[in-house]
């Protein structure tokens, strides 16, 4: 990206901070893409546009129920306009937060790194679920399992909730964990009436200058969440996803063994990932 006159505090695997002065930063949503949690050598351009879209659409959505990063300043309002006119569609401008340091991750149904664990414990994260349920099945409860936060290039680390007490504090852990199982509850139940099952999701708080826990970075994106068509559902099988999955199957079939370097992605599986996440964001805005 070009300079745009500001001062880089952070660079993750999909979003850029910047210093706008001690009480704001812009963030701004590249195109780069991550799988496996190693970045691609190539970008999914109009990406950023598209997650920032629907994150904007959910916080807005979603404000009624706890804070968020927003400050109400455009990014007209911090930029110069030749260079806000390249960002406007990508960036925001967000308080400055201490982050809490764990992941909230929520799951309405068994996928994934659950469902592994499931298999082999009958447990996520600590939490002990009925026997006999199917990859994809739908939990008899909404249940929290947060994870660790690890540095750009390692891996998360679910952890039971005990753990992220520990790490956060009593009280501060089950006000996230509150929270995000209101926002996820929420969230899935207007999803659903759109066409999408939201299957888990993963949101990130920080604590305010005056301590107040607050919703932060992205929310209910197909790069932080499962989303399944609900229209092909069905118990037993996992489901296509409105995400990276065409990114993932097409490594995995490479051997490739999910160490930097990644390897080039052909040009149509790109295309077809880049046409989900927009599919995403018109079935949940139109």
Known sequence: MTDIGLKK???????????????????VASDRLSAFDVILPDPIVGKGEILTAISNFWFQKLAHIMPNHFTGDSV???????VAQNL?????VVKRLTPVKCEAIVRGYISGSGWKSYQQTGEIC?????????????????????????????????????????ILGKEIAESVREKAIALYQEAAAYAESRGIIIADTKFEFGLD?????????????????RFWPKDSYQVGVNPPSFDKQFIR??????????????????????????????????????
């Not at 505090?9 to 963030?27: F, Q």
């Not at 007209?76 to 030749?82: A, F, G, K, R, T």
């Not at 009925?130 to 540095?151: D, G, H, R, Y």
């Open 9 to 27: 505090i952070y660079s993750g695997k999909v979003r850029d901070l910047y210093e706008i002065d001690e009480h704001r930063m812009l963030m």
């Open 76 to 82: 007209e309002d911090v930029l110069p306009q030749s």
């Open 88 to 92: 406007k569609n990508r960036a925001v």
């Open 126 to 166: 600590g939490i002990r679920l009925p026997e006999n349920l199917q990859e994809a099945q739908k939990l008899p409860e909404v249940i929290f399992t947060p994870s660790t936060k690890a540095e750009v290039g390692e891996h998360d680390e679910n952890v039971d909730f005990e753990t992220c007490a520990r």
């Open 209 to 225: 200058e005056n301590g107040v826990l607050t919703l932060m970075d992205e929310v209910l994106t197909p790069d932080s969440s």
């Open 249 to 286: 199957d097409w490594l995995s079939s490479t051997g490739w063994n999910k160490q930097p370097p990644a390897p080039k992605v052909p040009q149509d599986i790109m295309d077809k990932t880049l046409a989900k996440y927009r599919e995403a964001l018109d079935l949940l805005t139109a």
